[in-house]
């Protein structure tokens, strides 16, 4: 496998060498370019007497195509783009790992650009894998695009494209595309339900991006578990980050510094419960001994180096394997149905979401 990371045109530097071309063996054969082609990649009408007289002045000259070549009059190559907007988000770290397992099985090349979750990156990006001529695309959008002129230069460029594209994690609303998605509201729910079942009643939440459908339906997901529950929605409790670890952080210290604080917390993404952690950490509280705690998916760090923090549990390299079958699927057969997968979740309960009464010190 190939990688070649960046949103950046990539250079070439051009070494003259003396070779045959297709423009040669076309003025040797008497027929034109787009002739050669066809015979080469055994496509269009050629009659037979054409095809022997272009066969053989390649056997002559021992011409071989290269392999841009056969790639640019096919107007497809080899090679699969990917693009991702938190590349330094170990949840899309194990995405790429997922994708680029099936890449190698197939012998392709993949190519990746981060967006940094900004529309010009998105689509500068959505350009360059444009001129890569990539087979297919994998694409998790920057922003939600819901906004009708937004939708509009996307869906333009996508069209441009004319290549099979899978949306992964976050939806494409208004465009026919397979997806690979995540039951976000009802992996909210269960986490919060499990905070509640512990035996907390004052609940926040670290909501993450509102902006983008995965952080409202997550928030949607708190809300509803609350409201079954009997339990009210506090507003302040409420931290409407932006799914980064700074944001987070900085919103945390702000609502820990009030009374009446929540005895336990459900972070929306992993990036946020690490800015959160660190906020509660530097207030001097334990976890679960001061504070019940469930993130939305596995704090790798953390639970690796022996922190027993609850997370909502995702096959993560699963959703990535997924992704990458629907998009093959659809190079093999353009007019296939389009299809959308749902990956569940499930909860992994280590401890930190308990309740200690006796020790309710961030009640005061």
Do not use: W
Request: charged letters at 25%; one cysteine or more; proline letters at 3%.
């Amino acid at each position: 496998m190939t990688m070649v990371a960046g949103t950046g045109s990539i250079k070439t530097r051009r070494i003259a060498v003396s070779r045959t071309t297709i423009h040669d063996i076309a003025q040797l054969a008497g027929v034109g370019k787009a002739t050669v082609s066809r015979v080469l990649n055994r496509t269009g009408y050629v009659s037979e007497e054409t095809r022997r007289k272009v066969e053989k002045v390649i056997r002559e000259h021992t011409y071989t195509p290269s392999a841009m070549a056969r790639n640019l009059s096919r107007r497809a190559s080899d090679t699969i783009g990917v693009i991702i907007p938190e590349a330094d988000n170990p949840f899309f770290a194990e995405i790429l790992k997922g994708i680029s397992g099936v890449v190698d099985d197939h012998n392709l090349t993949l190519i990746f650009c981060n967006t940094d979750n900004t529309m010009e990156k998105d689509l500068r990006s959505l350009h360059t894998v444009y001129k890569q001529q990539v087979r297919g695309l994998i694409y998790t959008p920057a922003i939600d695009y819901a906004a009708a002129g937004k939708r509009e230069a996307v869906r333009q460029i996508l069209d441009k494209l004319r290549v099979p594209v899978v949306v992964l994690d976050r939806p494409l609303d208004g465009l026919d595309l397979d997806g690979v998605f995540s039951d976000n509201n009802a992996g909210a729910y269960a986490a919060t339900q499990a905070l509640i079942r512990a035996g907390h009643r004052r609940i926040g939440i670290v909501a993450g991006d509102l902006e983008l459908s995965i952080g409202r339906e997550r928030l949607k997901g708190f809300e509803r578990a609350l409201s079954d529950h009997g339990l009210a929605v506090e507003r302040r409790h409420v931290v409407k980050g932006r799914f980064d670890a700074s944001t987070s952080y900085r919103l945390t210290q702000q609502l820990l510094a009030g009374k009446n604080i929540p005895t336990a917390f459900f972070a929306a993404n992993n990036l946020s419960a690490y800015g959160f952690l660190k906020a509660v950490f530097e207030k001097g509280f334990k976890i679960p001994d001061d504070m019940g705690f469930i993130s939305f998916d596995r704090l790798g760090n953390l639970n690796d180096l022996g922190f027993r923090l609850s997370y909502t549990d995702r096959d993560v390299i699963g959703m990535g394997v997924e992704a990458m079958r629907l998009l093959l699927a659809k190079i093999e057969n353009p007019g296939k149905r389009t299809e959308t997968i749902v990956c569940p979740s499930k909860l992994s309960l280590l401890g930190s979401e308990r309740a200690y009464p006796a020790k309710q010190a961030v009640s005061a």
